[in-house]
């Protein structure tokens, strides 16, 4: 019931009910006197009766004005204290005290907009807490990936300067570790750039349709080009236009990060990389599947996290930062399309990603 209905009506109760006690008072009072105690009607009794009757009258008054108000601010003071518990416990950084109510008056209303508000600042919080969380494993690992060439690199200038490398062979192959471990910074570094630049939307993109099969082809002729030995096959109907909306370069920069992984992570003689494109709905899939060295299961729920390397990955010598299919996320997702992995150990790996297609 609302407020205002409960204050009308306990309003109404405390003139109705005098009233009505009134007239019980008169009945009861007149039955005691003048039935059971059998009294005349002098001037006396009738004094008496009336003395009696205005006493009881104000105690019913006293009584029903002071039940009514008790209960009637009871229902209103109650919810407001626990209101107020709640604005001292979330100001002292409780978020889990509820104040949800099922009555249905104005004050219920108040607090469940009060736990909406709760909640949404619990999962403002969590949110917060992740990305520091997530914030200070970024600071780790980049620390950690740049720390080790660093090491790397002094120890080699440390051995030229103790004279280790004591022949012009011993000389040059020092010289050129240096030169791949300062390589491995700088790539890590633009990747670092790139991803940090992504990651702050600061990257423009300029959309414009693009024919995503012509595009592989051309992206494909380069690749074998380059890989005499790799087997490509590029799968799409002839009949079909697979035109999207997308950044050009983005889109090479995408493609080229997944089919680095290919190469990288092969453990085969015959190296194949199948390609497919296909419509699903008003989609356009792309598909890009090698006969690889494929993903644990437990592992590839992770692979698009930034800095994730798997664990058959860390301990090999194939190098990397774990960056490469975040940056092919962070594309994918700023051109509003979807990506996930499906893989088989020892099999190979497919990397799906659907785009919308243009009309
Ligand atoms: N085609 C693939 N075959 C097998 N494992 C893969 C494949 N693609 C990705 N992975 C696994 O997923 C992990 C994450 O890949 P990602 O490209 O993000 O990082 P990376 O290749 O380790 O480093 P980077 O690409 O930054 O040089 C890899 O370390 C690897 O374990
Ligand atoms: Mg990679």
């Not at 600042?121 to 980049?142: F, G, M, V």
């Not at 012509?214 to 790799?230: I, V």
């Not at 992984?261 to 792309?286: F, T």
């Amino acid at each position: 019931m609302s407020i205002q209905k409960r204050l009308i009506l306990s309003n109404i109760g405390m003139i109705i009910l005098p009233i009505l006690s009134l007239f019980v008072i008169e009945i009861v009072l007149g039955f005691i006197f003048f039935v059971f105690l059998n009294r005349e009607t002098d001037s006396r009794t009738i004094e008496l009766f009336s003395g009696l009757r205005f006493f009881t009258l104000l105690l019913v008054l006293i009584v029903t004005n002071g039940l009514l108000t008790y209960f009637v601010s009871r229902s209103i003071l109650k919810p407001i204290q626990k209101l107020s518990q709640a604005t001292e416990r979330i100001k002292q950084g409780d978020l889990d005290y509820s104040v949800y109510s099922n009555k249905k008056d104005e004050l219920a209303k108040l607090s469940n907009n009060f736990e909406e508000m709760r909640i949404s600042l619990k999962e403002a919080r969590t949110l917060q807490d992740k990305y520091e969380e997530n914030r200070q494993e970024l600071i780790a690992s980049i620390s950690h990936d740049l720390k080790t060439p660093i090491t790397s690199i002094k120890g080699y200038i440390q051995g030229i300067h103790d004279g280790v490398a004591n022949s012009p062979e011993k000389l040059s192959r020092y010289l050129s570790t240096i030169y791949q471990k300062a390589e491995q910074m700088d790539g890590l570094i633009d990747e670092l750039f790139l991803y940090s630049k992504l990651d702050l939307a600061q990257v423009p993109f300029d959309f414009e349709p693009l024919d995503l099969h012509a595009f592989l082809r051309d992206f494909l002729g380069e690749l074998t080009f380059y890989q005499d030995d790799l087997e490509v096959e590029l799968n799409a109907n002839q009949n079909e236009q697979y035109l999207i909306y997308a950044d050009r370069d983005k889109i090479y920069r995408a493609i080229t990060n997944i089919m680095q992984n290919s190469l990288k992570y092969m453990n085969k003689k015959d190296q194949k990389i199948d390609v497919s494109l296909q419509s699903v709905k008003d989609h356009v899939e792309m598909v890009i599947r090698d006969n690889g060295l494929g993903i644990a299961p437990d592992e590839l729920p992770f692979i698009f996290n930034s800095f994730y390397r798997a664990d058959s990955s860390r301990n090999s010598s194939t190098g990397g930062s774990g960056l490469g299919l975040s940056i092919v996320k962070k594309i994918v997702d700023a051109h509003g399309g979807t990506i996930w992995a499906e893989s088989k150990e020892k099999n190979g790996t497919s990397i799906y990603i659907r785009f919308k297609k243009v009309r």
